[in-house]
């Protein structure tokens, strides 16, 4: 008799597990149709404040929806137009910028192979296999496969502007929606204001780090496509808009957007540049990172470091390049959740960077 409520237990763990591998399994089949519906929830968070802070001052619901949605709307297809633009531009100059990367590999490899050696000895644990694959490969680096990899992850990344209308109309609706939901929630609980207590703190906790994140992460764009500019390195605006995409994913994001553009520095510039492009970047993160995202942010909603690469991972995996960039605000909703409700709690804590204190 008393085994029944723990293999009760064990049955309910199980079939929440379960529930858990088709949600996600759904997600992925139908990733098409969910990233246009997660950047406009996205894109939602960011205009709330600004909607709400019109409807203050007086002006009319549909006036004020029209005025955010518009202003939304010419951001978007600037950004889209421009973003696009670069991207087929540098896709199609991809093939020179990689055959000018391996040359620059080949003519320097004489010097390099020693050190790829010790390199492939520590990992190998021997050099002689080592030697005898670097002695056969053209390209045994093959950096250049990474301007490839940043165009088609740059590609899907722009693929998105194509569902700009169904993004917007999405937007247009869920800001609609927005005013009246917390009334639907009071209808759910049956009058009880927890449950509607519980969804505002979540709302607010998320709108609060999307909106100064979204702000940091403007600057941080601003700053790097003028270092790049100024640095001669071709599409300064792109990297500025990767460098915003990425500043979302802490602690490793700066580091993947800056690759691609060191690398350009390196095929169009000398070594000089490209060190300086380096420290600027390095400049640029340490002091939004260290010192002016934690006095905007305070705490903020940490999560591990471990936790921050295995979102990245697994939401690309689900959904694709823009996954990547939702990772961590997708992962931000599923922590500020679980830790509002007591039989969850405990599942936000092992996602926290500070478990020792409450996000």
């Given at each position: 008799m008393n085994n029944a409520p723990r293999d009760t237990n064990v049955l309910n763990w199980l079939l929440g597990a379960a529930s858990v591998v088709v949600i996600i399994a759904g997600l992925r089949a139908a990733h098409s149709l969910v990233v246009p519906f997660l950047v406009a929830a996205f894109l939602a968070v960011i205009c709330a404040p600004a909607l709400q802070w019109l409807q203050r001052k007086g002006m009319p619901t549909a006036l004020a929806l029209l005025t955010v949605i518009g202003g939304m709307s010419s951001v978007v297809v600037v950004v889209g137009m421009v973003a696009s633009e670069s991207v087929q531009d540098f896709r199609a100059k991809l093939p020179e910028y990689q055959e000018q990367l391996d040359e620059q590999l080949?003519?320097?490899?004489?010097?390099?192979?020693?050190?790829?050696?010790?390199?492939?000895?520590w990992v190998g644990g021997g050099t002689e296999d080592s030697e005898q694959s670097t002695d056969q490969?053209?390209?045994?680096?093959?950096?250049?496969?990474?301007?490839?990899?940043?165009?088609?992850?740059?590609?899907?990344?722009?693929?998105?502007?194509?569902?700009?209308?169904l993004v917007l109309v999405t937007l247009m609706f869920m800001l609609l929606e927005a005013s009246g939901f917390p009334r639907k929630l009071l209808a759910i609980s049956g009058g009880r204001p927890l449950l509607s207590e519980q969804a505002n703190r979540i709302r607010d906790s998320i709108n609060q780090y999307m909106t100064l994140k979204t702000i940091i992460s403007i600057f941080t764009g601003l700053l790097v496509a003028l270092l790049t500019k100024v640095l001669g390195i071709d599409y300064p605006v792109l990297w500025g808009l990767l460098a915003f995409f990425f500043n979302f994913v802490p602690n490793i994001g700066s580091i993947i957007a800056a690759v691609p553009a060191v690398l350009l520095a390196l095929i169009q510039t000398d070594l000089q540049t490209t060190l300086l492009a380096v420290a600027g970047y390095v400049v640029i993160n340490i002091v939004i990172g260290n010192f002016i995202e934690p006095r905007m942010m305070g705490k903020g909603l940490?999560?591990?470091t471990l936790i921050v690469f295995i979102s990245l991972v697994f939401w690309g995996w689900v959904l694709g390049p823009v996954g990547m960039l939702l990772s961590v605000p997708l992962t931000m909703i599923v922590k500020v959740t679980l830790e509002n409700f007591?039989?969850?709690?405990?599942?936000?804590?092992?996602l926290s960077a500070n478990p020792g204190t409450k996000s």
């Amino acid at each position: 008799m008393n085994n029944a409520p723990r293999d009760t237990n064990v049955l309910n763990w199980l079939l929440g597990a379960a529930s858990v591998v088709v949600i996600i399994a759904g997600l992925r089949a139908a990733h098409s149709l969910v990233v246009p519906f997660l950047v406009a929830a996205f894109l939602a968070v960011i205009c709330a404040p600004a909607l709400q802070w019109l409807q203050r001052k007086g002006m009319p619901t549909a006036l004020a929806l029209l005025t955010v949605i518009g202003g939304m709307s010419s951001v978007v297809v600037v950004v889209g137009m421009v973003a696009s633009e670069s991207v087929q531009d540098f896709r199609a100059k991809l093939p020179e910028y990689q055959e000018q990367l391996d040359e620059q590999l080949m003519e320097h490899w004489d010097d390099m192979k020693p050190w790829i050696d010790k390199v492939r000895g520590w990992v190998g644990g021997g050099t002689e296999d080592s030697e005898q694959s670097t002695d056969q490969s053209e390209d045994p680096l093959a950096l250049k496969n990474l301007m490839g990899y940043f165009a088609t992850f740059l590609s899907g990344i722009t693929g998105l502007f194509g569902n700009v209308f169904l993004v917007l109309v999405t937007l247009m609706f869920m800001l609609l929606e927005a005013s009246g939901f917390p009334r639907k929630l009071l209808a759910i609980s049956g009058g009880r204001p927890l449950l509607s207590e519980q969804a505002n703190r979540i709302r607010d906790s998320i709108n609060q780090y999307m909106t100064l994140k979204t702000i940091i992460s403007i600057f941080t764009g601003l700053l790097v496509a003028l270092l790049t500019k100024v640095l001669g390195i071709d599409y300064p605006v792109l990297w500025g808009l990767l460098a915003f995409f990425f500043n979302f994913v802490p602690n490793i994001g700066s580091i993947i957007a800056a690759v691609p553009a060191v690398l350009l520095a390196l095929i169009q510039t000398d070594l000089q540049t490209t060190l300086l492009a380096v420290a600027g970047y390095v400049v640029i993160n340490i002091v939004i990172g260290n010192f002016i995202e934690p006095r905007m942010m305070g705490k903020g909603l940490g999560l591990s470091t471990l936790i921050v690469f295995i979102s990245l991972v697994f939401w690309g995996w689900v959904l694709g390049p823009v996954g990547m960039l939702l990772s961590v605000p997708l992962t931000m909703i599923v922590k500020v959740t679980l830790e509002n409700f007591e039989q969850t709690h405990w599942i936000a804590v092992l996602l926290s960077a500070n478990p020792g204190t409450k996000s």
